[in-house]
T-cell receptor, first 114, second 110 residues
Framework: IAGITQAPTSQILAAGRRMTLRCTQD?????MYWYRQDLGLGLRLIHY???????GKGEVPDGYSVSRANTDDFPLTLASAVPSQTSVYFC?????????????FGPGTRLTVL | GQQVMQIPQYQHVQEGEDFTTYCNSS?????IQWYKQRPGGHPVFLIQ?????EVKKQKRLTFQFGEAKKNSSLHITATQTTDVGTYFC??????????FGGGTRVLVKP
């Protein structure tokens, strides 16, 4: 593994189904983030984790949940998918500490909810 | 809450010409970052500005942070086809998470 991996690359999902998007990093970064990207709206923060064992809500958390059992993994779960959750989802990481603000992004997951 | 606006949303540029994209925040920022996303790719960090009035250059790209730390600009000179993509600014206010603007999608006409 090099950097950040996300799975699946793309997915078509029926409304009402449960779905987990996976994100794994090998950079040992403390902070991890989930964003969704929609045309014209940029990247909007869904949930974040400053360190393993802690999570927080971002700008658009409704309908999503996360967990951070260890440093490397930060899965995003849609409990019951709805069409408005059709989007491209990016996982990102950041090295801990106030000096290091650059975020590193994974390749993304394209999700379509029908 | 904190809002970050970018204009224009789209920029069609003739190859060889210059252009500027602007970023405005509703709140004073502690720093601002710029990212580039190539078509079909993921955002990649370009630069961070921290000081009031700061100007940084990366080859043909010039980044500026406003005196009031509420706005920023990215100026690209002599645009090339490799400049195609979407440029995002992202502002961080004290105690807040990074907030991304909507992006400027740059299309280059050869």
């Amino acid at each position: 593994i090099a950097g950040i991996t996300q799975a699946p690359t793309s997915q078509i999902l029926a409304a009402g189904r449960r779905m987990t998007l996976r994100c794994t990093q090998d950079m040992r970064h403390n902070a991890m983030y989930w964003y969704r990207q929609d045309l014209g709206l940029g990247l909007r923060l869904i949930h974040y984790s400053n360190t393993a064992g802690t999570t927080g809500k971002g700008e658009v958390p409704d309908g999503y949940s996360v967990s951070r059992a260890n440093t490397d993994d930060f899965p995003l779960t849609l409990a019951s998918a709805v069409p408005s959750q059709t989007s491209v989802y990016f996982c990102a990481t950041k090295e801990g500490g106030a000096r290091y603000n650059e975020q590193f992004f994974g390749p993304g997951t394209r999700l379509t909810v029908l | 809450g904190q809002q970050v606006m970018q204009i224009p949303q789209y920029q069609h540029v003739q190859e060889g010409e210059d252009f500027t994209t602007y970023c405005n925040s509703s709140t004073t920022l502690s720093n601002i970052q710029w990212y580039k996303q190539r078509p079909g790719g993921h955002p990649v960090f370009l630069i961070q500005l921290v000081k009031s009035g700061e100007v940084k250059k990366q080859k043909r790209l010039t980044f500026q942070f406003g005196e009031a730390k509420k706005n920023s600009s990215l100026h690209i000179t002599a645009t090339q086809t490799t400049d195609v993509g979407t440029y995002f600014c992202a502002g961080k206010a004290a105690g807040n998470k990074l907030t991304f603007g909507g992006g400027t999608r740059v299309l280059v006409k050869p």
